[in-house]
């Protein structure tokens, strides 16, 4: 199975700051690559597709990057709203993986 | 508007079996590949079984492998998860989510259903 393991595990932010949260796949997923947020007691919701391409209706705060193994989730400025934890996860199989995820705080 | 809703979950002894339920609507379901995805209390996700839109595909994680079995019925539009053997560790919040895109590969889940709680506990 491919691991995917995020970084860090906790980040404490203030609102307006650039928050940058990292995932490595311990394989190349090329850009098989989604993030999703949860908020407590929510299901997630999906944020970034294809590494890099935002869903529809996402604040163009949120970007991703990154190709192969090495992918980040840029919070441009940070919002109230966006205190929550961010999940990586790979579909470059069908035997899907995600990331331990990264709670933000304040 | 397209939305899923899951039933079935409750408290169960070790040992037990319980069948979760996930009805679509809004959406032509027999298209998508649907997943189930847990959540221990306080822990992150983890993928448990995905079926593809005519079930010629089906996938297990290895944890839940030979205990739980994935299955649709598109008529009725609904997913069901039907968990056999019950483990402590298998305590989590079941999400039923399904592809982004209607297509034989994979994509991302979105939507997700609101979820529904397994314990299983003596």
């Known amino acids: 199975d491919i691991q995917m393991t995020q970084s860090p595990s906790t980040l404490s932010a203030s609102v307006g700051d650039r928050v940058t949260i990292t995932c490595r796949a311990s394989q190349s997923i090329s850009a098989w690559l989604a993030w999703y947020q949860q908020k407590p007691g929510k299901a997630p919701k999906l944020l970034i597709y294809k590494a890099s391409s935002l869903e529809s209706g996402v604040p163009s705060r949120f970007s991703g990057s990154g190709s192969g193994t090495e992918f980040t989730l840029t919070i441009s400025s940070l919002q109230p709203d966006d205190f929550a934890t961010y999940y990586c996860q790979q579909y470059h199989s069908y035997f899907l993986t995600f990331g331990g995820g990264t709670k933000v705080e304040i | 508007e397209v939305q899923l809703v899951e039933s079935g979950g409750g408290l169960v002894k070790p040992g037990g079996s319980l069948r979760l339920s996930c009805e679509g609507s809004g959406f032509y379901f027999s298209s998508y590949k649907m997943s189930w995805v847990r959540q221990a209390p306080g822990k992150g996700l983890e993928w448990v079984s995905s079926i593809s839109g005519y079930s010629n595909y089906i996938y297990h994680a290895d944890s839940v492998k030979g205990r739980f079995t994935i299955s649709r019925d598109n008529a009725k539009n609904s997913l069901y998860l039907q968990m056999n053997s019950l483990r402590v560790e298998d305590t989590a919040v079941y999400y039923c989510?399904?592809?982004?895109?209607?297509?034989?590969?994979?994509?991302?889940?979105?939507?997700w259903g609101q979820g529904t709680v397994v314990t299983v506990s003596s």
């Open positions: 989510a399904r592809d982004t895109i209607a297509t034989t590969g994979t994509s991302p889940a979105d939507p």
